[in-house]
């Protein structure tokens, strides 16, 4: 039995592969399509992940500053800041002592650090630097640990840029909702132009199909060499796709159009997010999807072509 | 070998096909259906070959039942029979010996056993010379025996052919018929399906006759 199933799939396979060389244009046309398909959702992805890895580095610098009160003894700092690291959503705390703020005062200011001559750092208040957890850097997440630091009497102010983080986390909110939406009509788009390209394969070999079905083959002989057909461009075209988009992230967008045609200001302003290609993982789950989409294709095909019939 | 009870074919357009037939054809038997375009010759040879269910009646052909829990074994029916047709249904694109090799390859034969066998049924309807030429360069009666030699690749018992001189002239009709003859001497079944009752006249076989879907004597 086991002999036998193995011979039909070596058999099955010899077979697509027969059938492949023998039907060259139309395996070549729907290769080509298959992978115009998947090109266009490869790039979506890509951009839908480099915005993703944009977004994070945004998120990453939502912070929240806490101020102290004026004379807060040094041994109530040490408290306070133990407390604060056991808030919920708090992810790492920073105690900035008024020479550590006046030092980095200087740094900022460069050359025009005279501006500071005079100035005790004493004048500067104690503050701390509070990292939220990743499921706290959102509007919802930040006003809660806000709440929370309010309620220390020692805290003077706290300061985390309302209207930047809620702004963020409408752009988050809105792009995640797009990606799906857009990525889930990508994908319906492309199993229906699949499944009808692969159709017209399977339909250029009718009389083929027919002659199966006369001599007696059996419906799994008959179908399961279009699947392998249907796995094998599903791959190739994917493959295909993702060899020309890494040729177009590579030559174009990395180099041509980020060093050559981007203005001065735009050039710094996009020289701290790096252009990253997809990850290997994010690769193989597109090649795996390809070969999903083209068996999909050609079971949708045969349910129409290989029904059982004279 | 073939059982036919009261068996009824109506098309959704309420045109019958079929009507009331019963025939038995015992094993061994060469009959021909006869009747003019449109008497049900093919649609009875349809539902022998499991393309096609009947309405109402029972169906039994080499011992199995055509009925719908068979339908899904029915290429298990197909190895057991072979179908000619008028209009051949060869591969075009391939040569004579390909297309015979076509139906040993895809019903699962081992690859070895594959060019003696095509040589052989070859040999039984004169080919053997044209085995490597395309099928394109043959004559209607050629094409008609290659289509012979793939229905008798799998040795069935049974073999149906609708109309298969049909396209024929008559000296390749003739030729045609001689191979049907021989093949029925080496204890094939043959039941053939032909709009020519001249034909059946010719020939020491019964013939049933149809006529607007019912069996009528002549």
């Keep these: ?310 | 070998m073939i059982q036919l009870d009261h068996v009824f074919k109506v098309y959704p357009s309420q045109i019958a096909a079929l009507s009331d037939v019963s025939l038995e054809i015992s094993s061994g038997e060469f009959t021909f259906i006869a009747g003019p375009s449109g008497s049900g010759k093919t649609t009875l040879l349809r539902i022998l070959f499991g393309a096609e269910r009947p309405t109402s009646g029972e169906v039994t052909v080499n011992s199995m039942r055509i009925t719908e829990n068979h339908f899904r074994k029915i290429y298990q029916l197909r190895r057991t029979m072979g179908f000619v047709f008028q209009d051949f249904k060869l591969l075009k694109d391939r040569t004579v010996g390909e297309n015979i090799a076509f139906a040993l390859r895809v019903t699962g034969h081992p690859q070895k056993d594959i060019q003696p066998r095509v040589s052989e049924v070859l040999q039984w309807v004169g080919l053997q010379e044209r085995e490597k030429d395309s099928v394109l360069t043959l004559s209607a009666g050629e094409q008609q025996r290659v289509a012979i030699a793939r229905a008798l690749v799998h040795t069935p018992p049974l073999l149906l052919a609708d109309e298969p001189t049909g396209n024929l002239d008559a000296q390749m009709a003739a030729d045609v018929m001689k191979i049907f003859a021989a093949l029925h001497r080496h204890g094939t079944t043959i039941v053939f399906a032909t709009n020519d009752t001249e034909l059946t006249k010719h020939y020491p076989y019964r013939a049933i006759y149809l006529e607007n879907g019912r069996k009528v004597e002549k």
């Design chain 1, 1 to 310: 039995m086991r002999e036998g199933a193995r011979f039909f799939l070596s058999d099955a396979i010899l077979r697509a592969f027969q059938n492949m060389r023998g039907n060259l244009f139309p395996i070549l046309t729907t290769i080509g399509i298959i992978g115009i398909s998947m090109l266009i959702f490869s790039t979506f992805s890509l951009f839908a992940f480099n915005l993703t890895s944009i977004l994070k580095i945004w998120e990453d610098k939502i912070e929240v500053i806490a101020y102290l009160k004026k004379g807060v003894p040094a041994g109530e700092v040490e408290n306070v800041l133990k407390r604060i690291r056991q808030l919920e959503g708090v992810e790492a705390v920073k105690y900035i002592s008024p020479s550590d703020a006046m030092s980095f005062m200087e740094k900022k200011l460069g050359s025009q650090r005279n501006l500071l001559e005079g100035i005790q750092p004493g004048v500067l208040p104690s503050s701390f630097e509070i990292q939220l957890k990743k499921d706290y850097r959102n509007s919802l997440g930040i006003k809660e640990v806000v709440f929370h630091l309010k309620q220390f009497r020692q805290i003077e102010e706290v300061q985390y840029g309302q209207e930047w983080v809620e702004t963020f986390s409408g752009i988050v909110h809105v792009f995640r909702l797009t990606q799906w939406i857009m990525g889930g009509l990508l994908l319906i788009g492309l199993m229906f132009i699949i499944s009808n390209t692969l159709q017209l394969t399977i339909s250029s070999r009718k009389e083929e199909i027919e002659i199966m079905h006369i001599v007696g083959a059996s419906p799994a002989s008959i179908q399961v060499p279009f699947y392998i057909e249907g796995l094998i461009q599903g791959l190739l075209g994917t493959g295909l796709a993702i060899v020309f988009l890494f040729f177009l992230y590579y030559k174009v967008l990395l180099y041509k159009v980020f060093f050559l045609y981007l203005t001065p200001v735009m050039k710094e302003w996009f020289a701290g997010i790096p252009v990253l290609f997809l990850p290997l993982k994010t690769v193989v789950i597109i090649l795996i999807g390809g070969m999903i989409f083209g068996l999909f294709g050609s079971f949708v095909a045969s349910m129409r072509f290989l029904k059982y019939s004279g």
